[in-house]
């Protein structure tokens, strides 16, 4: 359907859902703790979105079951709460989520530690932070939309981390998921070029070990193939005449 330039009133619109999205992971930050399970966790940001007079976005999305993905070590994305996964010390945990404010969608994501994590586990926690911002340096009017990608990866590559390829980011807008697709590697092509107005998210996905990944049988939770664990960091932007506007920022 290509790609939506967003109105100054719809701009008004998405910068006010994505407020509202950092707000509830703000909360859902401060609430993690061990002994915690995910079910908590969602059941909470569930509450924190519907608190704003918001929905989830997520729920019942292609049939997904919850408002928050939580995701726990080896999880890389889309994993189900459960009441009986009990985070522990020393564990990492990616939250995604989204919510619906007037129509608009948002969507955000962060990988927290859980109590004392490694120094191996923040490292990459960082990495994976520290690429989004790596990418969206490129994330201009004028520039095309794969020098995000092809930045992205090659901060990630001096690591030698896995970049998940099956997931992508997109654009965003009065749907979770509009055109165009993100890649968070290395592009041959320089794809469509960035213009005012577009609302892209931006998510790259990078495990401690190698890329690959596999679905459980419940056809949600993306697991790593080699058992190794996974980062996620994901925010909501407006491309303008300048810098980048990260509308999920907190
Ligand atoms: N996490 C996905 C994204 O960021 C959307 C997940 S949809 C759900 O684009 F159904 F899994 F929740
Ligand atoms: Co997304």
Same mark, same amino acid.
């Given at each position: 359907?290509?790609?939506?330039?967003?109105?100054?009133?719809?701009? %008004?619109?998405? %910068?006010?859902?994505?407020?509202?999205?950092?707000?509830?992971? /703000?909360?859902?930050?401060?609430?993690? #703790?061990?002994?915690?399970?995910?079910?908590?966790?969602?059941?909470?940001?569930?509450?924190?979105?519907?608190?704003?007079?918001?929905?989830? +976005?997520?729920?019942?999305?292609?049939?997904?079951?919850?408002?928050?993905?939580? *995701?726990?070590?080896?999880?890389?994305?889309? $994993?189900?709460?459960?009441?009986?996964?009990?985070?522990?010390?020393? @564990? =990492?945990?990616?939250?995604?989520?989204?919510?619906?404010? /007037?129509?608009?969608?948002?969507?955000?994501?962060?990988?927290?530690?859980? &109590? /004392?994590? *490694?120094?191996?586990? /923040?490292?990459? =926690? @960082?990495?994976?932070?520290?690429? !989004? !911002?790596?990418?969206?340096?490129?994330?201009?009017?004028?520039? #095309?939309?794969?020098?995000?990608?092809?930045?992205?990866?090659?901060?990630?590559?001096? !690591?030698?981390?896995?970049?998940?390829?099956?997931?992508?980011?997109? &654009? =965003? &807008?009065?749907?979770?998921?509009?055109?165009?697709?993100?890649?968070? !590697?290395?592009?041959?092509?320089?794809?469509?070029?960035? %213009?005012? $107005?577009?609302?892209?998210?931006?998510?790259?996905?990078?495990?401690? &070990?190698?890329?690959?990944?596999?679905?459980?049988? @419940?056809?949600?939770?993306?697991?790593?193939?080699? $058992?190794?664990?996974?980062?996620?960091?994901? +925010?909501?932007?407006?491309?303008?005449?300048?810098?980048?506007?990260?509308?999920?920022?907190?």
């Amino acid at each position: 359907m290509g790609i939506t330039i967003k109105t100054e009133q719809e701009i %008004r619109l998405m %910068r006010e859902s994505c407020r509202l999205l950092a707000d509830v992971f /703000q909360s859902l930050e401060e609430a993690v #703790h061990p002994g915690m399970s995910t079910m908590e966790i969602n059941i909470l940001g569930d509450q924190l979105i519907r608190q704003h007079g918001c929905i989830p +976005n997520f729920l019942h999305y292609n049939g997904y079951p919850a408002s928050i993905c939580v *995701s726990v070590n080896d999880e890389v994305v889309h $994993g189900i709460p459960r009441k009986h996964h009990i985070l522990q010390e020393g @564990d =990492i945990v990616s939250l995604d989520a989204g919510l619906i404010y /007037q129509g608009y969608h948002s969507d955000m994501a962060r990988t927290f530690g859980v &109590g /004392q994590i *490694s120094d191996e586990a /923040q490292k990459l =926690i @960082d990495a994976a932070k520290q690429s !989004f !911002f790596e990418g969206i340096k490129m994330a201009r009017a004028g520039n #095309h939309l794969y020098e995000i990608s092809n930045a992205i990866a090659a901060y990630i590559d001096t !690591f030698g981390y896995g970049i998940v390829r099956e997931l992508v980011g997109h &654009g =965003i &807008g009065t749907r979770l998921h509009e055109d165009p697709q993100i890649p968070n !590697f290395a592009q041959v092509r320089r794809g469509p070029k960035l %213009r005012p $107005g577009m609302t892209l998210c931006v998510e790259p996905m990078i495990n401690m &070990g190698r890329a690959d990944v596999e679905w459980l049988d @419940d056809d949600w939770t993306v697991v790593t193939q080699d $058992g190794s664990w996974s980062a996620h960091y994901e +925010n909501t932007i407006l491309i303008t005449e300048g810098d980048p506007e990260i509308l999920t920022l907190y």
